[in-house]
């Protein structure tokens, strides 16, 4: 659905029905809010950074309005200005970060309209018999990084086993890559592409706290030694350095622990996720590269671009066909387990004596025999095997939300009791 294009005569009527075309993030099936026709994108607690942009704002305004414009007497008035100019300049840098970190699309993973084709099927016994098993996905698959065997897990929601350090955020409902945290202050998931703006957020917040604290301070000085009085007695003449220097004290302790917390992963090549999940104290970590590469693979190295195009135009019926046939009928036959939305879940992982990372084993939920599960239209899902012309006979009917019965000996039972539920 994400790079298709409409015919040329998107007009023409399309099984029956005039074919609509619209833009990808109108189709859009996570919890994200787009602005100015798909070309930002933000989560759905977007809502708190208008709190953030305030909280930034609102100090520097006090700071240049009550100790800034103060200072321009005490100091010689080119540099009194500058005093003002850096602490301006340091919040229009910090706000711009905010929304570039917020607005962009963090790393997100396109779901699948259908599950993944099994890998190896028994060519012995003939599919749609009765004596064939149905096929069913394994829960997880192991995968080679630097040399080390990770495993990746699938998303029932995405309809696709994870890259690795891809995880599924229940808050956005999407799989991100290089998936970190939500952080609710920029209302965003931080992954693989707006990782390094949430440093350079976090780290400039920083620098701008001790800035106006230091400031803060300066001024109370100068009216310590104009005065001839106590520390004290120059803060009471002024108590917007007095509120601007707690402030700044206890964010100083929020963003600056963010910042030292982050300068830690970054030189040791984990996540936020990875760090609080698995412990690589006990296993090695597939992805140091050391302390001067994993920099540069976080500064340095160039942004991928987003797989998604949030502006290509589609058409409505083919994409509800699509969610038909392959959110419907056609389903993993994966347990579906309370760890599928990757969030929240501390579980460590550990050697398992054989080398192997295994990243994503859980007790109780690494039996790959899988069962069952329900479908995203609240049936029981079939077995792997549809019939090829199910698309084209509901396109030809122009009716993708019905699907005619049949008699097939491996779905026809089955689709007569979906259609009576």
């Not at 970190?101 to 890998?119: F, L, Q, V």
């Not at 995405?158 to 808050?171: A, G, K, N, V």
């Not at 942004?303 to 083919?318: G, Q, Y």
């Not at 329900?374 to 396109?395: C, F, H, K, M, Q």
Request: charged share 20%; hydrophobic share 35%; proline share 6%.
């Amino acid at each position: 659905m994400y790079g298709a294009h409409p015919p040329k005569n998107s007009g023409e009527p399309v099984g029956g029905e005039t074919a609509d075309v619209i833009r990808t993030y109108q189709t859009w099936k996570g919890s994200n809010i787009f602005f100015l026709g798909g070309r930002f994108i933000f989560g759905p607690d977007i809502q708190s950074i208008f709190l953030s942009i305030f909280l930034i704002v609102a100090p520097v305004v006090v700071f240049c309005v009550f100790v800034g414009r103060k200072l321009l007497d005490e100091f010689n008035h080119h540099l009194g200005i500058l005093v003002m100019v850096v602490a301006i300049v340091l919040m229009i840098y910090i706000l711009i970060m905010l929304l570039v970190t917020s607005g962009r699309d963090p790393g997100i993973i396109p779901r699948n309209t259908r599950p993944p084709e099994p890998e190896a099927v028994d060519q012995s016994i003939e599919i749609g018999s009765a004596q064939s098993p149905p096929l069913r996905l394994p829960r997880f698959k192991e995968v080679t990084v630097n040399g080390l065997t990770v495993k990746v897990k699938y998303c029932d929601t995405c309809m696709l086993y994870r890259p690795p350090r891809c995880s599924h955020c229940s808050i956005c409902d999407n799989c991100v890559d290089r998936f970190d945290h939500h952080c609710p202050w920029v209302g965003q998931c931080i992954g693989l592409r707006n990782y390094r703006f949430y440093f350079m957020f976090v780290s400039s917040a920083t620098l701008l706290c001790i800035y106006i604290f230091a400031f803060c301070w300066v001024y109370a000085i100068k009216i310590k030694d104009s005065e001839h009085t106590s520390i004290w007695g120059a803060l009471i003449k002024t108590p917007a350095s007095i509120v601007l220097i707690l402030y700044t004290f206890i964010c100083v302790w929020f963003v600056g622990g963010l910042t030292v917390f982050h300068l830690y992963l970054i030189s040791t090549n984990q996540s936020t996720y990875e760090n609080f999940r698995y412990r690589y104290d006990r296993t090695e970590n597939p992805y140091n590269k050391g302390i001067i590469e994993n920099f540069k693979e976080v500064f340095w190295r160039s942004i991928p671009p987003s797989k998604n195009d949030f502006r290509a135009l589609v058409l409505r019926e083919s994409e509800t066909l699509h969610r038909a046939l392959g959110g419907g009928f056609v389903t993993s036959n994966v347990e579906k387990t309370p760890s599928d939305i990757e969030m929240g879940d501390r579980k460590p992982a550990g050697n398992n004596g054989s080398g192997r990372v295994d990243q994503y084993d859980q007790t109780g939920h690494n039996d790959l025999r899988g069962h069952p599960r329900r479908s995203g239209w609240g049936r029981r899902s079939g077995s792997w095997e549809l019939p090829s012309d199910i698309a084209s006979v509901a396109s030809a009917l122009g009716d993708s939300n019905r699907i005619v019965g049949g008699s097939s000996d491996n779905l026809g039972g089955q689709l007569r009791g979906q259609n009576r539920q």
